[in-house]
């Protein structure tokens, strides 16, 4: 049975999508669209991509987590440096190895741009903070002037997973109207962030899409176990913007699920282990792919499809009056 899936982001916490996506397959379930924001997106364009869960589960155990955070010598001197480079680029890393490695796994499935893929195969969210506004990419693309199915996928999961002064954020130049070319060259570019500082978990990417008879179900796969009092050991000002993006991710989208949504939402564990903890020993990184494939087994085995769409109809096509 066809489902489109929607994946949060978690940083290095994606693993456990990919156990969710193994489940989910297991029971005969094919993913027809799929969207994603920060290590969501990454697992939703492997999926669209052709990746199964039990490929990217070896994928993201073999991925050099430790390279995606090597900077310049200048930059690397005890707190002058990364203040300097935060400074100058705006993020501690770059952002770029990340970039590259998620390139290399999609050119290997023939996935270079959204032109390879069928159109709204896949979304991807971002945010623009020059502009202050949510992006779905590809097609919220055109509004800078770029065709969106020339838009490589690497760049669009880069952008969404540029966790602000963690990764430097995705500058591209502004569509300048003739009215505007006379603004500084500095001013015409806008900075696309972490998809997560809008909308995390967007399972409302694909409501009121087709008529009911035509309808394919909305199944989200969420991680939870953020919110569980977990203190952040705040030493400096690095430590608390860390513990700031990281209590924003925790709370964002959590109302809007409880209230209406735990009917397509796969309720992940995740042990406890933070966004950027990017020393995973392999034995976690397993425990947390196992953790998502019996999240989703548990919820795929008291599933239904008539369940389903009678909850769709009372939850998101008439939601409930607020009192």
């Not at 193994?22 to 939703?44: D, K, P």
């Not at 290399?104 to 506004?133: C, E, H, M, W, Y």
């Not at 042990?271 to 990184?285: A, M, R, W």
């Not at 085995?301 to 008539?306: I, M």
């Amino acid at each position: 049975m066809k489902i489109n899936g929607v994946f949060e982001g978690g940083g290095v916490k994606g693993i456990a999508l990919a156990g969710g996506v193994s489940a989910a397959m297991e029971r005969g379930y094919t993913f027809h669209e799929v969207a994603g924001t920060s290590s969501g997106a990454i697992v939703a364009a492997f999926l669209a991509a052709g990746y199964t869960g039990e490929e990217m589960k070896e994928l993201i155990i073999r991925a050099p987590f430790k390279s995606f955070m090597q900077r310049s010598p200048i930059f690397n001197t005890k707190i002058i440096g990364p203040a300097a480079r935060l400074l100058l680029k705006k993020g501690l890393y770059s952002g770029e190895a990340l970039e590259h490695w998620v390139a290399k796994q999609l050119a290997a499935k023939g996935v270079r741009t959204f032109g390879d893929l069928l159109p709204n195969q896949l979304r991807i969210i971002a945010s623009d903070i020059t502009q202050g506004k949510l992006l779905v990419l590809p097609n919220d693309i055109a509004q800078y002037g770029m065709d969106p199915a020339k838009l490589s996928v690497a760049k669009a999961v880069r952008m969404s997973t540029s966790i602000p002064y963690f990764f430097d954020p995705v500058r591209i130049r502004h569509n300048i109207k003739s009215s505007e070319k006379t603004k500084p060259f500095s001013e015409q570019f806008v900075y696309i962030v972490d998809g997560g500082l809008l909308s995390n978990f967007p399972l409302w990417v694909f409501d009121n899409e087709m008529p009911r008879d035509k309808r394919i179900p909305v199944i989200g796969f969420q991680l939870v176990g953020k919110n569980d009092l977990q203190m952040h050991d705040i030493r400096g000002p690095f430590t608390m913007l860390e513990a700031l993006f990281s209590t924003m991710l925790s709370a964002h989208d959590e109302r809007y699920i409880e209230q209406k949504n735990r009917f397509r939402t796969v309720k992940i564990p995740t042990l406890g282990v933070g966004n950027t903890q990017f020393n995973l020993s392999k034995e976690l990184s397993m425990s947390l792919y196992d953790s998502g494939f019996r999240a989703s087994n548990a919820y795929f085995k008291g599933w239904s499809a008539s369940s389903y769409e009678e909850n769709y109809e009372k939850y998101v096509m008439r939601p409930p009056v607020k009192s």
